[in-house]
């Protein structure tokens, strides 16, 4: 069974960073490239970033360039979303998530951004 | 950037009716289209793929289709457990997701 398992979501003060974390299990990791997908609180899915499977290629959203890292440890089936610069509009549930089109989703984490 | 624009916003069906959702794209987007369900409080669950694929598991009263610009999402015989939000997804250019429409029952 696949799982996706994210941590790291905390509440933070604007202008700090946060490192996310997402567990992955039931397949092979190192075959998929592997994504970040955020949803503000009632609001719609927003795609953040993307990492092929070897992790040498990443793409980013225009409003995350410069301030969010995706990297992946295939050694550890681990992925993660190092966000620095933080602004209160990056509050959002953070999903991670599989593929070209997103198979597999994680339980999400939640990042606060607050003073 | 590629814009989807997704239609009705809102949606009250009754039970056993048939429901379609559409997404447009402001440019060809050849099949790469994904349609994901979102219950509340629960993460999204991928429908269908390439526009018109079943992912694993999903009923059959789900499908797809579209070309070009033009897709949609149908639903055959609304079941209770349908009631939900579904998003379009496009993924031949980066990815944009549609802004959802959220499925009620009458």
């Known amino acids: 069974e696949v799982q996706l398992v994210e941590s790291g979501g905390v509440l933070v003060q604007p202008g700090r960073s946060m490192k996310l974390s997402c567990a992955a299990s039931?397949?092979?990791?190192?075959?998929?490239?592997m994504a970040w997908v955020r949803q503000a609180p009632t609001k719609g899915l927003e795609w953040v970033a993307t990492?092929?499977?070897?992790?040498?290629?990443?793409y980013y959203r225009d409003s995350v360039k410069g301030r969010f890292t995706i990297s992946r440890d295939n050694a550890k089936s681990t992925l993660y979303l190092q966000m620095d610069s933080l602004r209160s509009e990056d509050t959002a549930t953070y999903y991670c998530?599989?593929?070209?089109?997103?198979?597999?989703w994680g339980q999400g984490t939640l990042v606060t951004v607050s003073s | 950037d590629i814009q989807m624009t997704q239609s009705p916003a809102s949606l009250s069906a009754s039970l056993g009716e048939t429901v379609t959702i559409e997404c447009r794209a402001s440019?060809?987007?050849?099949?790469?289209l994904a349609w994901y369900q979102q219950k509340p409080g629960k993460s999204p669950q991928l429908l269908i793929y390439n526009a018109n694929s079943l992912h694993t598991g999903v009923p059959s009263r789900f499908s797809g289709s579209g070309s070009g610009t033009q897709y949609s999402l149908k639903i055959n015989s609304l079941q209770s457990e349908d009631v939900a939000s579904y998003f379009c997804?496009?993924?031949?250019?980066?990815?944009?997701f549609g802004a959802g429409t959220k499925l009620e029952l009458k």
């Open positions: 990492i092929s499977t070897s992790g040498g290629s990443t």
């Open positions: 998530t599989t593929g070209g089109w997103f198979a597999y």
């Open positions: 997804q496009q993924y031949y250019n980066y990815h944009t």
């Open positions: 039931g397949f092979t990791f190192s075959s998929f490239p």
């Open positions: 440019e060809d987007i050849y099949n790469g």
